[in-house]
Nanobody, 127 residues
Framework: HVQLVESGGNSVQPGGSLNLSCVASGSVNSYCSAWFRRAPGKERERVAT???????RYDDSVKGRFTISKDKEKHTLNLLMSSLKPEDTAMYFC???????????????????????WGRGTQVTVS
């Protein structure tokens, strides 16, 4: 059973940067991996996705500020966040072995079961 562990969350001021990492306990041949976030009182939403062919996709709210990347050798999925805003405050989760439409579709809040593996999250607070 693959476990995902996120790290890198912190409290920062607006305009600051953070680099989130998600380490998998083993190799996962995942066509689609993703970062999600859930702000207090809101639905979990897709933030960024990474396909094995290197294609990335971002929610409009983070486009130009966040960068998703993957290190296959280290089994790590990263999310570099810059120009952070208070509205970026949320618990951030990584997910792997996601259904193709998580990367290719338009549903920003897909059912959790659409990805096989989830981490427990790392908190990002911008204030």
């Amino acid at each position: 059973h693959v476990q995902l562990v996120e790290s890198g969350g912190n409290s920062v001021q607006p305009g600051g940067s953070l680099n989130l990492s998600c380490v998998a306990s083993g190799s996962v041949n995942s066509y689609c991996s993703a970062w999600f976030r859930r702000a207090p009182g809101k639905e979990r939403e897709r933030v960024a996705t990474f396909r094995t062919d290197g294609v990335t996709r971002y929610d409009d709210s983070v486009k130009g500020r966040f960068t998703i990347s993957k290190d296959k050798e280290k089994h790590t999925l990263n999310l570099l966040m810059s120009s952070l805003k208070p509205e970026d405050t949320a618990m951030y989760f990584c997910a792997s072995l996601c259904a193709d439409d998580i990367c290719d579709g338009d549903d920003r809040s897909p059912d959790r079961r659409r990805c096989a593996h989830w981490g427990r999250g790392t908190q990002v607070t911008v204030s």
